[in-house]
Nanobody
Framework: QVHVVESGGGLVQAGGSLRPLCAASGGTFTNYAIGWFRQSPGKEREFVASISRTGVYKEYAESIKGRFIISRDNTKNLAYLHMSSLNPEDTAVYYC??????????????????WGQGTQVTVSS
């Protein structure tokens, strides 16, 4: 069983930055690829970014490419989502999830096995 916890969300003005983080425990951190997803009110959950076990491979949704960067620190068992140039359309609950494949990390939420409870990100105009 892997326990996933997100933190670091909050309220920020448009144009600002936030860095939510994801902690995963209950196994070996380097056995997990990490994904970030988000869900806005009235919308389905959507893929944001993912990173492979070693951090070499990264995937990004087109809507956030160039503004968000996913990273991980395997010495601290943490993954991060560096969000910049935020706009109100980025307002959502952001979820972290883990999967166990090698190579390119998944973009499909069905591939992910364990999920956190989410952290709220609100961007004011």
């Amino acid at each position: 069983q892997v326990h996933v916890v997100e933190s670091g969300g909050g309220l920020v003005q448009a144009g600002g930055s936030l860095r939510p983080l994801c902690a995963a425990s209950g196994g070996t951190f380097t056995n997990y690829a990490i994904g970030w997803f988000r869900q806005s009110p009235g919308k389905e959950r959507e893929f944001v970014a993912s990173i492979s076990r070693t951090g070499v491979y990264k995937e990004y949704a087109e809507s956030i490419k160039g503004r968000f960067i996913i990273s991980r620190d395997n010495t601290k068992n943490l993954a991060y989502l560096h969000m910049s140039s935020l706009n109100p359309e980025d307002t959502a609950v952001y979820y972290c999830a883990v999967e166990f494949r090698l190579g390119t990390p998944a973009r499909s939420e069905g591939t992910y096995h364990y999920w956190g409870q989410g952290t709220q990100v609100t961007v004011s105009s």
